[in-house]
């Protein structure tokens, strides 16, 4: 059974930073395509980030240059540091794991399609 559980959100004032922990369990994170997608209230969800496995990640314009995914694959664990943060990051913050898709590109999995595993979320709220 797959399981992706987030950790780490909280509430904390605009220009700060959070880490997002998501601990995977029934697949190895190496060998999917991980990423982070949030939601914000009344919006559509948003692709944040996306590993491609070849040690490259690809980035919403968004969030660029703020926000940086990492793994430790001895851990099975994917993370999300969020520095700078504004109001609008303000979201469901939720992992997904996807498999490997020929001749699909990051902005591709960030559309959230190719992605095959999520978990619940985990709140951010940003205040001013």
């Known amino acids: 059974q797959v399981q992706l559980v987030e950790s780490g959100g909280g509430s904390v004032e605009a220009g700060g930073s959070l880490r997002l922990s998501c601990t995977a369990s029934?697949?190895?994170?190496?060998?999917?395509?991980m990423a982070w997608f949030r939601q914000a209230p009344g919006k559509e969800r948003e692709g944040v980030g996306v590993t491609l496995g070849d040690g490259s990640t690809t980035y919403a314009d968004s969030v660029k240059g703020r926000f940086t995914i990492s793994q430790d694959n001895a851990k099975n664990t994917l993370y999300l540091q969020m520095n700078s943060l504004k109001p609008e990051d303000t979201a469901m913050y939720f992992c997904?794991?996807?498999?490997?898709?020929?001749?699909?590109?990051?902005?591709?999995?960030?559309?959230?399609?190719?992605?095959?595993?999520w978990g619940k979320g985990t709140l951010v709220t940003i205040s001013l």
């Open positions: 029934g697949v190895t994170i190496s060998r999917y395509r």
């Open positions: 997904a794991a996807g498999f490997w898709r020929a001749g699909w590109t990051g902005r591709d999995y960030l559309r959230g399609r190719g992605m095959d595993y």
